[in-house]
């Protein structure tokens, strides 16, 4: 049975934001974060207190513990991902539009129109 919870307007544009570019409804995304949470929360080698202290900005990056090459290896990874149709259309519309940062076609960041898509040469 469904059921109605209050949610911030911060946490709710957020999850309407999400939801929209993960092409799910906003119930779903919800779901999934949840799903996350809980999993995150129970999982004895996070533990809650390192959730809570990164979630206050106080636990370090999880890239910090990695010696250079694994940090190498994840950009490279990082780089070479292909944008979904979902962030193509998202990075077309603020293209359109001539808002948010983009790259040029030499791969300088840009504002306003001059931005292409990423993923786009």
């Known amino acids: 049975m469904a059921q109605a919870v209050k949610i911030s307007d911060v946490e709710m544009n957020a999850l309407r934001d999400a939801a929209r570019l ?57 780089g070479d991902a292909q944008p979904t149709t979902v962030e193509q259309d998202f990075w077309r519309d603020r293209q359109r539009r001539g808002v948010g940062v983009g790259l040029d076609d030499k791969d300088n960041l840009v504002l306003g129109s001059a931005v292409k898509a990423p993923g786009r040469r």
Do not use: K
């Open 22 to 78: 993960s092409s799910r409804s906003i119930s779903g995304q919800a779901e999934h974060w949840i799903r996350i949470g809980r999993a995150i929360e129970r999982d004895p080698a996070i533990g809650y207190s390192r959730i809570e202290m990164a979630l206050r900005g106080l636990e370090p990056l999880v890239l910090d513990s990695l010696d250079e090459a694994a940090q190498n290896a994840f950009f490279e990874q990082m």
